[in-house]
Nanobody, 118 residues
């Protein structure tokens, strides 16, 4: 059963913008923190941003000031607004829902490709 579904990836030129969306079930969205990860070819998956249920937000240093994570509690959607994109941002981006209280502790989306190239 698919729990998280990402959308919004694609090809964009350097300096451009993309907005990723992650649709989650109501139960997951209400009880799990949300995060975005990315994995570039030949590299390990890395954390991009997190948004806890309590409203705490953390960004990786590499995306601070360029990316914005948000949650829409009415629509059960998480977003990642990406501005001033660089070729180094090229990766598969994954939506993650995580919890320290519930099991399973993690849900993952299928990933969406973001390519930054001229």
């Amino acid at each position: 059963q698919v729990q998280l579904v990402e959308s919004g990836g694609g090809l964009v030129q350097p300096g451009g913008s993309l907005k990723l969306s992650c649709a989650a079930s109501r139960s997951i969205f209400a009880n799990y923190h949300m995060a975005w990860y990315r994995q570039a070819p030949g590299k390990e998956r890395e954390l991009v941003a997190t948004f806890t249920i309590g409203g705490s937000i953390v960004y990786a240093d590499s995306v601070k000031g360029r990316f914005t994570i948000s949650r829409d509690v009415v629509k059960n959607l998480a977003y990642l607004q990406m501005n001033s994109l660089e070729p180094e941002d090229t990766a598969v981006y994954y939506c993650n829902a995580y919890s320290t209280r519930y099991s399973p502790s993690d849900y993952w989306g299928q990933g969406t490709q973001v390519t930054v190239s001229s």
